[in-house]
Every structure is written in C-alpha cells, then in structure tokens.
C-alpha cells in the first residue's frame, strides 16, 4: 500500500516529532478495504462530507445528507451514494465526472466518531441500486483506496433533533425547495419546477428569509 505521506508531511513530522506515531498509523492503521466495524458505522449514517477537486486542483467540501444508510456499501472496496434534486450547479458531480478523486468524511456527532475515506468515483445514469433511493437521479460508485477511522477528540457532542423534510421518501410527495418557490428564480426554473412552485405559492425574498431564520428553509 503506497504511504499516506508526502516529503512535506514528512519535514512536518520531523519537526514536531511524530515520526514514529505517523508511521504507525501509516502501515498499521490505515487500510485499503472496509472492515466490518466501518461498514455498520457507514451504512447508519444519514449524512457525510465530500471532498472533490476541480481541473485546477481547487478542493471543494460539500455536505450531503439523505436518509439512514444514504450511502451503501456494496463490497469490501465499493461504496454508492444517490444524488438528489440539488440546486443545478452540479460542482462536486462535475469534479467526479472530470478528475474522480474524491474523500469522505463520515461523523457520529452523538457518540463521536468518525470515517474517513479516499477512493475515485465514478457518476453513473443507470444502476440497480438507483431503485432503492427515492427519487435518485444518478449514482456514485466510489471505489474505496484507503480507509480508516480518526480520532474523535475534537469532535463536539450535538443531539439529532429531525431529518430533514426534504430527504425523498417512497411513496411520499417531497415539497418543493422553498429557494425555488422565490419569485426571481421563476425564470430560471425548469418547466416543471415551476409549475410545481405556482401550485405550493410563489414568495418573495422576505418570506423565504423568515423561513430559513425559523429553520425551514
């Protein structure tokens, strides 16, 4: 397995004297499969963090959440994750369609851990595990390089209070953004969305600024 660590993580190492610790969690820690333990952690969680990279190498961090087990182990080096109705940027899709490489970082805020991933993905229009997500729209496939679980010292403890109302479920209608039911998006909209936001009530800027200072932007 090639070594996490660059000659400048290396001149860091040194200097602070963490040689030893860093190769330990190099060549003993680190690894390139899932193991049981982080499948079960991965598969309960209901949200992660993903990093991509543009063509300039400029790292981006999206946060992404969905239901319970939003991201699926499929194998000992594969995991898949859906992609929902977004807000037509396509940024992070756009770096995997275009360099691949990718990390997650997976956290318990309850109980603090966390997982963190490197791999390469792949964005894919057709796949059988697209029919267990509700309204999924494409699929990423990552295929897993290394992995391991990080220290959870930093990690402050917050309680989960609700998913959010905009994660699709089957058999069930998912409201409309309230950011596309703003009257100077209306133009930007695709047909249908806009047909959708004329039957739940077009806002102005005002309204929708209330509703995400209460939370239910």
């Not at 290396?10 to 049981?36: M, N, P, S, Y």
């Not at 897993?144 to 220290?151: D, E, P, Q």
């Not at 402050?156 to 089957?170: E, F, I, L, T």
Request: glycine content about 8%.
């Amino acid at each position: 397995m090639t070594s996490l660590y660059s000659e400048e993580h290396r001149r860091l190492q040194q200097e602070f004297g963490t040689t030893k610790l860093a190769d330990l969690l190099d060549t003993g820690w680190v690894h390139e499969t899932i193991a049981d333990a982080e499948r079960d952690f991965i598969g309960s969680r209901d949200m992660f963090f993903l990093s991509t990279v543009d063509p300039d190498g400029n790292p981006t961090v999206s946060y992404k959440g969905g239901p319970v087990g939003v991201v699926k182990v499929i194998d000992e080096k594969t995991l898949a994750f859906p992609g929902f109705d977004g807000n037509g940027m396509f940024y992070s899709m756009g770096n995997i369609a275009g360099q691949a490489r990718v990390g997650l970082l997976f956290i318990d805020f309850e109980s603090p851990h966390r997982v963190r991933v490197q791999g390469t993905a792949q964005l894919l229009r057709e796949h059988p595990v697209m029919a267990e997500y509700a309204e999924a729209q494409y699929l990423v496939l990552i295929t897993v390089s290394k992995i391991w679980v990080n220290c959870p010292r930093y990690i402050h403890k917050y309680k989960r209070v609700d998913s959010s109302r905009y994660v699709p479920q089957p058999c069930k209608t998912t409201p409309l953004a309230s950011w596309k039911r703003l009257d100077l998006v209306q133009d930007a909209l695709s047909d249908d969305d806009r047909r959708r936001a004329e039957q739940e009530g077009v806002i102005e800027l005002p309204e929708y600024e209330q509703q995400v200072a209460r939370g239910e932007g």
